[in-house]
């Protein structure tokens, strides 16, 4: 495992919202006379100002770009203080009110000013979100049947999914999600998504409640289907070492109002999440971002 730390050094000023039209994408460097493809994320100097009687701005120039890979997406972890404005960037990128839409600045999503909610964008919670009247395969088949596939077809991609994800399609399929532990509820949760193949997959603290085990399991699970299913990630975390062996980069962000303060781009090892806890050079890595943090977090 590799690693390099790039200062980011966002400096414009916010900038007034740009009309919804498509925006260039950059130009490549190399001629070539297929189209060059926008990246997927892009924020250009982003803020938040949450209103009320007192207005309070929870994120201020923020950018970055992850750009559109073609071999597979990129995943990316976001870390910061409480309340720095992670949630608002994510699901800023969900296009969910109230953090959608941005106050000021861009916030692009292929090249277009990001559009409400909608498939192309699958989120997971930290809390269990699933439908509790529902049978398992049913909450993992929600969407197709949002799609108007027809039952016999969504039910035979959710058993499907339920295997990928761990869950056995016996044992499980017509339990609900009441009678599920944390990490079972979680990896419904990830099937309930996944099986939409959403461009890019939004996760909001996913594993926080997992105890450390079922999180390390969790992780390795999702690195194989992230894998397999070249969408772009972006993961909020507070726990450094779960970013440190799930990202290609970490954003860091600085204490509210939040702008990215630090990217880490980090290269994969290939390794478990349990072979990374005893690497030393990952062991390293943590502890140098550990201290980065303990910094940000500290009063003045
Ligand atoms: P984080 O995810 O880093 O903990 P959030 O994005 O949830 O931070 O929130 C950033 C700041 O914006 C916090 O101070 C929070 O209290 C505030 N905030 C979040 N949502 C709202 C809202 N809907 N209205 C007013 N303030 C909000």
Redesign the pocket.
Known sequence: MSTDIDPSHPTASDAAIAPASPVAPSASPIASTAKPTPPVVEFRNVGKV???AKP?T??KNVSFTIEDRPDHGEFVCIL??????????LRMIAGLA??YPQSSGDVLLFGRQVAPAASDRGMVFQDYTSFDHLHVWENIAFGLECRGMPRTERKALALDWMQKVGLSREKDAYKYPHQLSGGMRQRVAIARSLILKPRIMLMDEPFGALDPATRLAMQDLLINLWKEQQSSVFF?THAIDEACFLSDRILI?SP?P?TILREIKIERSGKTASEMQRDPEFQNRVFEVREFMEKLEQPE
């Open positions: 949450y209103g009320g309070f929870a994120i910061g203080p409480s309340g720095c404005g992670k949630s608002t960037v109230p953090q909020i962000m509210a939040g």
